[in-house]
């Protein structure tokens, strides 16, 4: 069994990119039943300011599921908590990149915190999608 320490020690940090394809809009919007028109009419979304369909925040969130579930170097976690603030929109094939760091490690609860952050390239320049903390626990 691996230990918070143990998972700290193996992944202190981690950067991974996401591509938001037609495939992940698609699925979102089936699952979440969400049909607004900020994320289906890129007309509205220029209308309202937008470059187009203003992706689903919460893809991000499916992201963070990935990474815990896939990217760590144990299955034997689970997700015990997570926030998330959003700093900017991003679109229908946008690659993000998430960058995780450790900041926190409890060996008496067995959790392990991470801080993340998306970014997108903006003409050579990382431009902040998102942030936020999620708190990850060590099955027994």
């Known amino acids: 069994m691996m230990t918070a320490t143990q998972l ?18 698609d699925a979102f919007r089936t699952c979440s039943g969400d049909i607004n028109a900020l994320h289906v009419d890129d007309g509205f979304a220029h209308d309202r ?23 760590l170097p ?24 998430l960058q995780v760091r450790c900041e926190t490690v409890s060996e008496a609860v067995g959790v392990v915190i991470y801080k993340f952050k998306f970014t997108r390239d903006d003409d050579g320049k990382r431009r902040l999608i998102a942030r936020g903390h999620i708190q990850i626990g060590i099955l027994a």
């Open 74 to 97: 144990t299955d034997r976690v689970m997700i015990h908590a997570q926030d998330i603030s959003f700093h900017a929109p991003f679109y229908l094939g946008d690659t993000l990149q």
């Open 8 to 25: 700290f020690q193996q992944c202190p940090e981690l950067t991974h990119d996401y591509v938001v394809t037609d495939r992940v809009y």
């Open 49 to 71: 300011g937008f470059s187009g369909r203003v992706m689903y925040g919460n893809i991000l969130n499916a992201f963070l599921s990935h990474f815990a579930g896939m990217l």
